[in-house]
């Protein structure tokens, strides 16, 4: 039976070997690609105008945009203009950006549930071509519309998908949102919790957990050698948990550990400190929180994540040959 299964593209490809990846992924059965937007490096709106526009059928999302950082009617825009490139095909990720990065750049992440609520809640409205007046603590918007004069008037089909790590915003997704991008770097028993808080967010908007899509990021490092899949996996591991606390705190590895290769780990880091701190990983975190290994080992740890609530895993191939990763999940 055929399982849905998707594509994750950051920063480790050069893009227009990214273009070769989606094509393939898409004659190869996926149903979609996400492009990420975390560190200083590349922006997830122009790859997805790009894989929009060399493929037919498979969905690009963004895994995830932040909600700070783009005018609530230029993001409205921004995904009308995808839509128009790909229409029926665009997802909106949508995250509550992290620390120390957003205080770095000078955003104050306040209240962050209340500034998801209204950014959801006004960009829903924009792209069903609705006119807006709108007064919260983060969004004000008067009178505005998406201000189409030569092409499609009609609602636009945009998912919107929020990014949820910590257990308000995964109860908020619940009740507001399309679906959850559930995180990477998670057992896969993370979930159970997640589908609860889900579940409670929904009962207040009247659905059921059914209703929710849920997606999640998954890394996949594929290998016929099974040392060097764990290996480029370490690698991986080294930087997101000193980089990207909320990732570190979710998949349970402990803060002593953490501390030490952030101790090593400058910023941005270099290639010379993950290499100086990767012995700090345990292989057997890698195990629990990434599918790493083999073909078959990869596709095993995969389907316990399925098992544990997820529709649709969304692969992160964090080095190595892409096209055997895609081989490995392929559909078609």
């Known amino acids: 039976m055929k399982q849905r299964v998707a594509l994750y593209l950051q920063d480790a490809h050069d893009l227009r070997a990214g273009l070769d990846y989606v094509r393939y992924a898409e004659v190869r059965g996926f149903e979609a690609v996400w492009q990420a937007e975390s560190r200083l490096v590349r922006d997830?709106?122009?790859?997805?105008?790009?894989?929009?526009?060399?493929?037919?059928?498979?969905?690009?999302?963004?895994?995830?945009?932040?909600?700070?950082?783009?005018?609530?009617?230029?993001?409205?825009?921004?995904?009308?203009?995808?839509?128009?490139?790909a229409p029926n095909r665009i997802i909106c990720g949508i995250g509550a950006w992290w620390d120390p990065l957003a205080k770095n750049v000078g955003i104050e992440r306040k209240k962050p549930l209340v500034a998801m609520r209204e950014t959801v809640t006004v960009l829903r409205r924009l792209l069903n071509m609705e006119r807006v007046t709108f007064h919260g603590e983060f969004v004000h918007v008067d009178g505005i519309e998406l201000d189409v004069v030569h092409g499609r008037r009609e609602p636009r089909n945009v998912p919107i998908m929020i990014g949820?790590?910590?257990?308000?915003?995964?109860?908020?997704?619940?009740?507001?949102?399309?679906?959850?991008?559930?995180?990477y770097c998670v057992p896969p028993e993370y979930n159970l919790?997640?589908?609860?808080?889900?579940?409670?967010?929904?009962?207040?908007?009247?659905?059921?957990?059914?209703?929710?899509?849920?997606?999640?990021?998954?890394?996949?490092?594929?290998?016929?050698?099974?040392?060097?899949?764990?290996?480029?996996?370490?690698?991986?591991?080294?930087?997101?948990?000193?980089?990207?606390?909320?990732?570190?705190?979710?998949?349970?590895?402990?803060?002593?550990?953490?501390s030490e290769i952030q101790s090593i780990l400058g910023w941005p880091a270099t290639h010379e400190q993950i290499q100086r701190a990767k012995h700090?990983?345990?292989?057997?975190?890698?195990?629990?929180?990434?599918?790493?290994?083999?073909?078959?080992?990869?596709?095993?740890?995969?389907?316990?994540?399925?098992?544990?609530?997820?529709?649709?895993?969304?692969?992160?191939?964090?080095?190595?040959?892409?096209?055997?990763l895609i081989d490995t999940f392929a559909q078609e």
């Open 193 to 258: 919790k997640a589908l609860e808080l889900l579940e409670k967010g929904a009962r207040k908007a009247g659905r059921t957990l059914d209703d929710l899509d849920r997606p999640q990021l998954v890394v996949c490092s594929v290998d016929y050698d099974h040392d060097k899949a764990i290996d480029t996996t370490r690698e991986l591991l080294t930087q997101y948990l000193a980089q990207q606390p909320h990732i570190a705190k979710a998949s349970g590895v402990s803060m002593d550990v953490v």
């Open 44 to 85: 997830a709106i122009v790859p997805m105008a790009a894989y929009a526009a060399v493929t037919e059928r498979i969905k690009v999302g963004s895994g995830v945009i932040n909600n700070w950082t783009r005018n609530i009617g230029l993001l409205a825009a921004t995904f009308l203009t995808l839509d128009d490139l």
């Open 164 to 183: 949820a790590t910590g257990d308000q915003m995964m109860e908020l997704t619940g009740e507001i949102a399309d679906g959850v991008v559930l995180n």
């Open 280 to 324: 700090l990983v345990p292989e057997d975190l890698i195990h629990r929180i990434t599918a790493s290994g083999t073909p078959d080992e990869a596709r095993a740890k995969v389907e316990e994540y399925r098992r544990n609530g997820c529709t649709c895993p969304i692969l992160y191939p964090v080095g190595g040959d892409v096209r055997l």
